[in-house]
């Protein structure tokens, strides 16, 4: 069996923060909500989420509002695709061990 599995979407982190995000109603989250949802550090997000950023995964839009940054984040159409087709290699490889 020859499939093909995103390393960089198999680290933990990275796989919850797109999980979450594939799954929410609302296009975009902000920083905080993901954060408290996943009981992550904002140290660890802000690295993760930058590294999702970098390859295209996820947008990250940062804005002032009453003086405090608020950080909203979305997964791109890209980063969609490449999580689906993730979770479908994943499926694959798990009835073929059946």
């Known amino acids: ?3 093909n599995i995103d390393k960089f979407i198999h680290e933990r982190a990275r796989m919850l923060i797109l999980t979450y995000l ?3 109603d609302e296009v975009k989250v902000s920083f905080n909500e993901i954060k408290s949802a996943l009981d992550m550090t904002g140290g660890n997000l802000s690295v993760q989420l930058r590294n999702l950023e970098d390859i295209g995964y ?3 839009d940062k804005r002032i509002k009453n003086r405090r940054t608020v950080t909203k984040v ?3 159409p890209k980063g969609y695709d490449e999580f689906m087709l993730y979770l479908d290699n994943m499926e694959r490889i798990i009835k073929s061990i059946k």
Do not use: E, G, N, Y
């Open 58 to 60: 996820v947008k990250i």
């Open 74 to 76: 979305s997964l791109t």
């Open 22 to 24: 594939a799954s929410r």
């Open 1 to 3: 069996m020859d499939i």
